[in-house]
Nanobody
Framework: QLQLVESGGGLVQPGGSLRLSCAASGFTLDTYAIGWFRQAPGKERELVAVITSSSSTNYANSVKGRFTISRDNANNTVRLQMNSLKPEDTAVYHC?????????WGQGTQVIVSS
């Protein structure tokens, strides 16, 4: 079965850190562009970070300098390291894997930043 599974979300205090993981089964991620998206209640989905198949990265202005996206090809996983978290980072985070031929979404992992 081809699927993406996110993990690593949770409740963290402002200023804290979390590391999200996006693991694939049934296909390998190294040829896919991987994006981390988030959606907060009542808001539109937002692209947070992307890493291309050649490992170029790009970030939303709101997370630059705080979030880092990286590949762990040995474990067929893409990670999102989130530091200096703010309450406005609270959202459900989804990963997306895509090529010109297909795209996959994970089910999401909840991140809550609150004191």
């Amino acid at each position: 079965q081809l699927q993406l599974v996110e993990s690593g979300g949770g409740l963290v205090q402002p200023g804290g850190s979390l590391r999200l993981s996006c693991a694939a089964s049934g296909f390998t991620l190294d040829t896919y562009a991987i994006g981390w998206f988030r959606q907060a209640p009542g808001k539109e989905r937002e692209l947070v970070a992307v890493i291309t198949s050649s490992s170029s990265t790009n970030y939303a202005n709101s997370v630059k300098g705080r979030f880092t996206i990286s590949r762990d090809n040995a474990n067929n996983t893409v990670r999102l390291q989130m530091n200096s978290l703010k309450p406005e980072d609270t959202a459900v985070y989804h990963c997306n894997a895509r090529t010109v031929l297909d795209t996959y979404w994970g089910q999401g992992t909840q991140v809550i930043v609150s004191s």
